[in-house]
């Protein structure tokens, strides 16, 4: 029997070393030649091969190089305040923004975290390398518009592979005025943004500007201070009656809360998101959402069942209005704080708020619930936390991240409140956390007991 290395030999004699890497396509080798003319011609290292061994003359494809690269263009630029400069390719709308870089780790649901108002003042940076896939549709948005001031990602998708979607994240983002960078190192960015810290950043697609012109107009911005609620909240209050249809109700026990119901909930836009809505709905609350800056005394007027603080944007120590108003609702009313809600309360109950390093975004934090010991993985979006030493004897830390010990929710029984640090109503994210809702329905029962 022959060995392996002696049949190898034979072929290379009988066919040339072409044939032996593309023993299944024998008629064209297909070569780029960098400065050559585009054609067909023969090889004249095979001629003269095969002419030694007797084999056939093969013809080979001669291609040009090409005009341009196949590659898209780097025509754009992210530069941090730290003096950075990331090149990108440029999709979505054009121009000049200024946020705040922070990076999100959810693996899905690019589309409610874009809708998300809690991003106002931010460009977000995906950690999943692969954005872009499942387009954009009506049904899945958080709010009215698309808040956030650039996406940043490592591959935006060529192709949208989803039976609801209505049009391309590319499109999406062109119709909502939104810069789009692709191509740029995602990897390397979230780890400067985890040892740096969230960093103030320009992307732009203007090629006129300098590189030192832009770090500049970086330094000269923080989101440290900025009121952002009354931005993204409502002018005017409204109903909110839609409800939720069947394939929401993933909670078995919603059914039970609705036949106490309906409740009236009074809920503070501070940038609520849709699906908040719809847990509260699924739970058989009836709601009236208020704008931010909307007096206490009118909505006790309303003579509510009980009174929401919503999740938002921005530094909650910023928005000394909505701390008085929430003090002026604590005890009279069962009170629910989500996210910027839970900052607000907390420091209605006499707490102070501090920046966190590089925030919390992603849908995968494990939160501890003290109480019983129980674990849930958490959806969170947000850059200030309640410093528990702050806070006056009667309030409990009921919930602890279990990344880095920070407060994450909180009771106060004297003052009728609970909140939570993270977005339990999963859009994206796990079902964890609904009970939370569960949990200011029962509330808001003992109450009218």
């Not at 969230?198 to 090629?207: E, K, S």
């Not at 850059?383 to 004897?393: C, H, I, K």
Request: hydrophobic share 35%; aromatic share 8%; charged share 20%.
């Amino acid at each position: 029997m022959q060995s392996l290395q002696t049949k190898l030999q034979g072929r290379s004699a009988a066919y040339g070393v072409a044939d032996l890497h593309a023993p299944c396509s024998r008629q064209v080798v297909s070569t780029p030649v960098t400065g050559r003319s585009a054609g067909r011609r023969t090889c004249h290292g095979f001629r003269r091969a095969a002419a030694l061994s007797g084999g056939r003359v093969r013809t080979v494809v001669v291609r040009a190089e090409a005009a341009t690269s196949p590659f898209p263009k780097k025509n754009a630029r992210l530069v941090l305040e730290d003096g950075s400069v990331w090149h990108a390719t440029a999709f979505g709308a054009s121009g000049t923004e200024i946020g705040e870089v922070v990076f999100n780790t959810s693996l899905t649901g690019y589309q409610e975290i874009m809708t998300d108002p809690s991003y106002k003042g931010q460009f977000v940076a995906f950690t999943c390398p692969h954005i872009g896939n499942v387009g954009i549709n009506y049904e899945d948005v958080e709010s009215s518009k698309c808040h956030l001031g650039a996406i940043i990602v490592r591959d935006l998708s060529c192709v949208v592979s989803n039976y609801r979607s209505k049009m391309s994240l590319d499109a999406y983002c062109k119709k909502e005025n939104v810069i789009g960078l692709a191509n740029l190192d995602t990897r390397a960015l979230t780890k400067v943004l985890r040892e740096t810290g969230c960093l103030v950043g320009v992307v732009t697609t203007d090629a006129s500007k300098s590189d030192e012109e832009l770090v500049n107009m970086a330094k000269s911005w923080t989101i440290v201070g900025k009121d952002l609620l009354s931005v993204v909240s409502c002018t005017e209050p409204y109903e909110w009656g839609k409800g939720t249809t069947e394939e929401w109700e993933f909670n078995g026990r919603t059914k039970l809360s609705k036949q106490h119901g309906p409740y009236h909930v009074v809920a503070y836009d501070f940038g609520i998101k849709t699906n908040i809505l719809r847990r509260l709905a699924s739970f058989g609350c009836r709601i009236t959402v208020v704008p931010a800056t909307y007096p206490a005394s009118e909505v006790l007027k309303m003579n509510p069942d009980g009174v929401f603080f919503s999740n938002g944007p921005g530094d909650p120590s910023a928005a000394p209005y909505a701390v008085d108003n929430a003090k002026a609702i604590l005890g009279k009313k069962p009170v629910f704080g989500i996210c910027m809600g839970h900052q607000v309360l907390g420091q209605a109950f006499g707490g102070k708020t501090f920046k966190l390093k590089f925030g919390h975004h992603g849908g995968n934090h494990p939160i501890r619930y003290m109480p019983t010991g129980r674990v849930e993985i958490s959806a969170q979006n947000h850059n200030f936390a309640v410093d528990p030493a702050t806070l006056p004897a009667g309030v409990e830390v009921t919930h602890v991240n279990l990344n880095d010990g920070t407060c994450a929710g909180m009771v106060y029984k004297e003052k009728k409140a609970m909140t939570i640090q993270y977005h339990p109503e999963a859009s994206p994210g796990p079902h964890d956390a609904d009970i939370c809702f569960e949990q200011f329905v029962e509330m808001m029962r003992a109450e009218r007991v």
